[in-house]
């Protein structure tokens, strides 16, 4: 490895549009060069079923790409839409206590149960 890499994650998808050029010059000043995203974005790269938005990831991957920052693109799984958590209420995690682990933008699933829909679209990116 020829460098040390210093980096942030990066949540495009909560910022105001014009944000993401102020926060690159602000990475860049700073010596960030590598930022990680999308790793729990699920809900918004698939607001319903089947229909997906790759709209953050894309336009943070072209602005880090020019600014030479590199990106590490997480697989969103761990953090389902809520669609996904009512239409198959089994891949959420159950606690020793027996209720289901459904927070409120942040659905924790079971590792165990199959599912790959999403990470093979975002792979296929």
Do not use: C
């Amino acid at each position: 490895m020829s460098h040390l890499f210093y980096g942030v994650a990066y949540y495009d998808e909560y910022m105001p549009e014009d944000r993401l050029a102020k926060d690159i010059a602000l990475m860049r000043e700073t010596g960030i060069n590598v930022v990680r995203i999308a790793e729990s974005t699920w809900s918004t790269l698939e607001p319903e079923e089947g229909q997906y938005n790759f709209y953050h990831i894309d336009r943070v991957l072209e602005a880090m790409h020019e600014a030479g920052i590199a990106v590490i693109v997480g697989t969103p799984t761990y953090a389902v839409p809520a669609w996904l958590a009512a239409k198959h209420p089994d891949i959420l995690v159950t606690p020793s206590r027996g209720s289901k682990n459904m927070v409120r933008g942040r659905s924790w699933i079971s590792s165990t149960r199959p599912f790959a829909a999403m990470p093979k679209k975002l792979s296929a990116r």
